[in-house]
């Protein structure tokens, strides 16, 4: 069953916007920490930010004052606004989910490409 549901990658100009949406199934309890992951090709995934359940935040350097992350805890959604993007911001981003339970969960990944 489909858990995380992603949407908003696509293609856009370097110095463009994407807002990037995360939605969490109901069937997911107790949601604790929010997040956005990004695998660019021949890389390994890495962290580009995280939201707690009282929303403190945590940003990779290479995205600080570009990115936003922000939830809306009533609709168990995660979002990422990505400002100022680069070439080397390219990458399937992905969704993850923890809930307090220990359990951890995965989005399918979305496509952002960053190009001219």
């Known amino acids: 069953q489909v858990q995380l549901v992603e949407s908003g990658g696509g293609l856009v100009q370097p110095g463009g916007s994407l807002r990037l949406s995360c939605e969490a199934s109901?069937?997911?309890?107790?949601?604790?920490?929010m997040g956005w992951y990004r695998q660019a090709p021949g890389k390994e995934r890495e962290l580009v930010a995280t939201?707690?359940?009282?929303?403190?935040?945590n940003y990779s350097d290479s995205v600080k004052g570009r990115f936003t992350i922000s939830r809306d805890n009533a609709k168990n959604t995660v979002y990422l606004q990505m400002n100022s993007l680069k070439p080397e911001d390219t990458a399937v981003y992905y969704c993850?989910?923890?809930?307090?339970?220990?359990?951890?969960?995965w989005g399918q990944g979305t496509q952002v490409t960053v190009s001219s």
């Open positions: 993850n989910v923890q809930s307090v339970l220990g359990s951890e969960y």
């Open positions: 109901r069937f997911i309890v107790r949601i604790n920490t």
């Open positions: 939201i707690t359940s009282d929303s403190n935040t």
